[in-house]
């Protein structure tokens, strides 16, 4: 038998304080995209579900100084139309748009979508390229994450019982980019993604990147060893064929009801190449550049 109550927080202290009461026995609901289907699931039960959906707070997208703030109760929808995303943020911006379908996108949030810790969540790549921090809170004060130290395993996250993502922060990078293969089209869980953030040094060449997969491992994770072997060198083909072999140590991808770990290993490499390319500003052919409405 499930046995729930439910509690509306009308603003993020009234949140804290009832998640430090119950600890445990509470689970955040916004969205409630993932919440929902646990539940019915049999997942979830005997748990107080405290509403954090109406705390304004937690909205919002906006700049501040050197630092994008993306609030945690932000919908993928909000993400998708977002004009500073689109120009600052691209990868995030890609990542919302080909998120699930239209309903869930007006529904799920980006914080729901990274403390849910899905392995193919498809805002974390994103926010992992971004170098993105997390700003969490509980009734005993704030601290941060870097992103790369937040997930800990499948649906496992550094968070304690009692915290709540607030927001995420990262700074600008208009070279950004994310790409993903489902095995339909948006609506579809990610077979495989990734995301890329790169800064070009003087010449052309690689001057810092950060690239990121989700899919291909038990948490999204950063590709660091492709990272260090792209420095320095021009994103062409043959500096891709030298470095993209080393992915194959980044990742450990498995077989599911969506695709075989093979498979995985076959396409991560093609959307880091596309990643790359679309965050250098470069276009493999002329179907490319008109897909993106480039060229």
Known sequence: MKSFSYVKAPDLPAA??????????????AGGT??????????????????????????????????????????IS??????????????????????????????????????????????APALLALKAEVLIASAGGERRVNIAEFFSGVNKTVLAPQELIIAIEFAPCP??????????NAMAISVATAACAVQLARGGVI?????????????????YTVEKQLIGLKPDQRALAIVLAALEGEISPIDDIRASAAYRRQV????????????CGICENDHDCAQEGRG
């Open 207 to 223: 001057g810092d990147c950060a690239i990121a997969l989700g899919s291909v491992a038990p948490t999204p994770v950063r590709a």
């Open 16 to 29: 804290l304080s009832i998640l430090d009461q119950k600890r445990d026995k509470a689970c955040p609901v």
């Open 78 to 123: 909000e993400l998708a139309g977002s004009a500073l995303l689109a120009a600052q943020a691209p990868a995030l911006y890609m990542a919302a748009n080909v998120f699930a379908d239209t309903v869930t996108r007006n529904s799920a949030t980006i914080g729901g979508n990274i403390a849910y810790a899905s392995p193919a969540a498809d805002t």
């Open 34 to 75: 993932n919440v929902m289907v646990d539940i019915r699931a049999g997942k979830l039960n005997d748990l107080t579900l405290v509403g954090i959906g109406d705390i304004a707070a937690l909205r919002g997208i906006r700049q501040k100084q050197d630092k994008i703030i993306v609030g945690s109760l932000a919908t």
């Open 175 to 184: 070279t950004s980019a994310f790409y993903k293969i489902g095995l339909r």
């Open 268 to 279: 991560a490499p093609v959307l880091v190449k596309r990643a790359l390319f679309k965050a």
